[in-house]
């Protein structure tokens, strides 16, 4: 069972949102808030890209430098959602491997592990620098597949955003999407999402009846 972090079990996007919004200026390449929302889900690298086109590779440094910094500084407004520590636990219970997929930075991910407090859950842990390419791109999912030992068809994700949906479409993985990180159901079900939830406590109701079920069934 392969759970995203930001937006899906921490409320955390839009304090990135404000993060890079912020450390653009800074760096002299003012972006649009709702472009740079559109991108959360993807690593910083492949985000920056996205954003600013050849100019990324200029200022990519001093931009991901200006984030991680500002985005400490809101770290105290971060929050697990309702009902993610719940969900993650009732996972676990039922004999499934959990595997957070992220991401997040290392130091973005020590933040967020302390905010979630769901490690005796935890089998393992995939990030942003376990993987060349971070998502939409699939080694993310794949490295966490090879981690909890086990094939793409008995493995569910749950995402966000289109991008956690097409790196599991990428890697032959069924995605469960909610909509906590302010993406749309139309959108993650064109994405290839089997199943859209409104967040972490409307899956866990119907957790035994959701395509997680697969994993313990």
Known sequence: MLFDIDGTLVDSNYLHVNAWLRALQAVGHPVDAWRIHRGQGMGSSELLDTLLGAAAEQVASRAKQQ????YKESSQLLRAFDGARELVAAVAQRGA?????????????????????????????????????????PDLVQIALQRAEVPADRAVFVGDTVWDVQACGKAGVACVGVLT???????????????????????????????????WS
């Open 67 to 70: 984030h991680t910094e500002l």
């Open 97 to 137: 491997k959990v595997v957070l997929a992220t991401s997040a930075a290392p130091d973005e991910l020590e933040i967020l592990r302390s905010i979630l407090d769901v490690e005796d859950a935890v089998a393992e842990i995939t990030a942003a620098e376990d993987v060349e390419s971070a998502k939409p791109a």
């Open 181 to 215: 990180g302010g993406i749309s159901a139309a959108e993650l079900t064109d994405a290839g999402a089997v199943a859209v939830y409104e967040d972490c406590r409307a899956l866990l109701r119907d957790l035994d009846a959701s395509p997680l079920a697969a994993v």
